[in-house]
């Protein structure tokens, strides 16, 4: 299973609206995120995702500071009024044993 992320972002069926994951916590010491992360709408196909990447300096998401490399970025819009969608993001690691990490974030549009 799918770890859930803490994060809970809201947007309007208009908007367009920046998203963020932290993975700090899940980094071991030292390890940072690499390449390209892919960001997935799992509930539906009404979002649409793009610009999914690293970050490139230092971002606080759900209160906690990610330096750069350690959270992955994207832009959604799109969406029904009053719906709860769930996104899945996946990025790997430069560890010597290059994981790969997912987390879920469900996302309500308003």
């Known amino acids: 299973m799918t770890i859930k992320a803490r994060e809970l972002p809201r947007k309007s069926p208009g908007d367009t609206e920046a998203g963020a994951v932290n993975f700090v916590n899940q980094l071991r010491e030292s390890e940072l995120l690499t390449g390209t992360p892919t960001v997935v709408e799992q509930t539906s196909s009404d979002l ?62 308003e």
């Open 48 to 109: 649409t995702i793009s610009n999914a990447g690293l970050n490139s300096g230092s971002v606080e998401i759900a209160g906690v500071t990610a330096a750069a490399n350690q959270a992955v970025t994207y832009t959604v819009s799109g969406g029904a009024a009053g719906t709860l969608y769930s996104v899945k993001v996946t990025a790997t690691t430069d560890a010597t044993d290059a994981r790969t990490l997912n987390r879920l974030v469900d996302f309500y549009v």
